[in-house]
């Protein structure tokens, strides 16, 4: 861990933030739910499950959605992994529809500039004109399409075209922009510039939409998406793939000078797999595995032990625990895997039916807008894949063509008594991890609810700096953790998400009722129940 200050020392972040300001947010509650970080896009899902579709015909619902009411987060340009618990079963599977480099990708065009790492010690050296981080360079062969397409084929009972007609209708709708989105889209503005289509969507007349003075918000069209979403629901999902809408991808991608091909595409197919699994005080956690954050959690976890188990909210003893478990964990993690460095803009969302069935699914396109590149031909929205990969040759997670990179994708489900538990999850990089452990610790360990765990001031730990603690911690706890180890107390502001942005959804075995929760602080993120 790399730490400016020493045991002992505390700083505090938060002299511009008003410590008297609360915010609660409350669960949803039904027989099956959807919680996503937007609402509109959960209350999509939320549909599916109320004209008789399962958890999984809801989330693949919600996928093809949140990216036409979201698309800085994710999209049908982007990748991710989906845990599913399927009831009749009693049995956890993986979807990794995870980024693979292009075949054909030169690494002469990342050639390092020899200046310093982007920002801290486990950052990667920077490249020349940032080929890894912006622009078509950074783009790697997409998997969000196969994989909704391999999970509604394997899990779901609903057809492609009707989980489609969600997203054509959003898209066709055009994306509301409020306070919060115009926030978003100005952060990403000075890259949003440089490429021509994405500079006309979402900087019309050079500016980003602003809400009006009577409350009214823009309305965004997001270029050809609704078209091509059109397309992919009539022809089928191997049309991105190996048809129409393959040509157009590769023709606009190569025009740019990205080097994926026809080939790549082609070749690209999502894969069912096993989870990683264990067991935690009677659960069992079921998360991603591979080159994921699967295996660190399940590392954290194995380091704190039993120090964590007892009622109610953790006290200091057990938020010590896990700081000291996630700061090894970690270590080893960067020290062996490498890392995947990124300011990670990523969704993740969960579905619970009546039947039991559960998925966590968390989807990306990497940085905030991803490449920041809108294919003119389809209104596709980019992801940024490459800079997953350290792009320093020799290293663990060295970019390599054809590789898979390293990833922080978090997406979990758990089970206890052979039943779903809960599905869980988040976005925000190297912070989803910390979020999720403690998250899960609080359920399991400590038998708080859902809406009370969500509630919880918590720390984050992810390998670098000091313990960043929110500044709403019990005084006690922060005394403890700083006496052993460097804290920094920081706030939780709405943007950015300063303890990772997760959601839960969770199910009483006992009576069916599904409660869903997400983070307190995101607020476009809620959740629809029936």
């Not at 959003?170 to 503005?189: F, H, K, P, Q, V």
């Not at 000075?190 to 289509?197: D, H, P, Q, R, V």
């Not at 940024?384 to 997406?411: H, V, Y």
């Not at 960043?468 to 706030?491: G, H, Q, T, Y």
Request: charged residues 20%; proline residues 6%.
């Amino acid at each position: 861990m790399v730490a400016a200050t020493k045991p002992g020392t505390r700083i505090d972040m938060s002299e511009n933030f008003n410590r008297n300001q609360r915010i609660i947010k409350h669960a949803v509650r039904g027989r099956g739910a959807v919680v996503a970080q937007n609402t509109l896009a959960a209350q999509m899902g939320a549909r599916t499950l109320a004209r008789g579709g399962n958890a999984i015909d809801a989330a693949v619902t919600t996928a093809m959605a949140i990216g036409c009411v979201e698309p800085w987060m994710s999209g049908i340009g982007g990748v991710g992994y989906m845990a599913v618990w399927i009831a009749r079963e009693r049995k956890a599977y993986i979807v990794d529809y995870g980024a693979v480099a292009a075949r054909g990708l030169d690494l002469k065009n990342y050639a390092l500039t020899g200046g310093k790492a982007i920002s801290d010690l486990f950052g990667w050296p920077p490249v020349v004109n940032d080929n890894n981080v912006m622009g078509y360079h950074s783009i790697a062969v997409p998997g969000q399409v196969d994989g909704m397409a391999t999970a509604l084929k394997r899990f779901g009972t609903w057809d492609w075209k009707q989980v489609m007609e969600a997203g054509i209708e959003l898209a066709e709708r055009g994306m509301s922009c409020d306070w919060y989105g115009t926030t978003m889209i100005t952060t990403g503005a000075a890259a949003l510039n440089k490429y021509e289509t994405s500079r006309a969507t979402y900087l019309p007349g050079g500016f980003p939409p602003v809400i009006d003075w009577e409350g009214n918000p823009p309305r965004i069209k997001l270029g050809n998406l609704a078209n091509t979403l059109k397309r992919l629901r009539d022809a089928g999902p191997r049309d991105y793939y190996e048809g129409q809408i393959a040509k157009d991808l590769v023709a606009d991608l190569n025009a740019g000078g990205s080097a994926i091909s026809l080939e790549d595409l082609a070749n690209y197919h999502a894969r069912v797999v096993e989870p990683v699994e264990f067991q935690r005080n009677g659960a069992t956690v079921h998360t991603v595995p591979y080159l994921t954050a699967g295996p660190t959690m399940k590392r954290a976890f194995e380091l704190i032990g039993d120090r964590t188990i007892g009622p109610g909210a953790p006290d200091a003893a057990a938020f010590m625990a896990v700081a000291e478990g996630l700061h090894t964990a970690y270590e080893e993690r960067l020290r062996t895997m490498g890392d995947a460095h990124t300011d990670s803009c990523t969704t993740h969302f969960n579905a619970v039916d009546a039947e039991g069935n559960m998925v966590a699914l968390t989807q990306t396109l990497l940085s905030l807008f991803g490449s920041r590149v809108m294919l003119p031909k389809t209104g596709i929205l980019m992801n940024n894949g490459i800079m997953w990969f350290d792009p320093e040759q020799g290293k663990p997670n060295s970019l390599t063509p054809g590789k898979r990179p390293l990833c922080n994708i978090c997406a979990t489900v758990v089970s206890k008594n052979g039943e779903g538990w809960f599905a869980i999850g988040a976005s925000g990089g190297r912070r989803i991890v910390p979020a999720i452990t403690q998250l899960i610790m609080m359920q399991t360990d400590r038998g708080m609810d859902v809406e009370a765990a969500f509630h919880q001031p918590r720390i984050d730990v992810s390998g670098v700096g000091p313990v960043r603690a929110n500044w709403d911690l019990d005084e006690d706890i922060k005394r403890a953790i700083s006496k052993k180890m460097p804290l920094v107390e920081v706030p939780n502001p709405i943007y950015p998400l300063n303890f990772a942005n997760p959601s839960c959804i969770r199910r009483d075995p006992m009576t069916g009722t599904v409660t869903g929760m997400n983070e307190v602080m995101s607020p476009w993120a809620g959740g629809a129940a029936v």
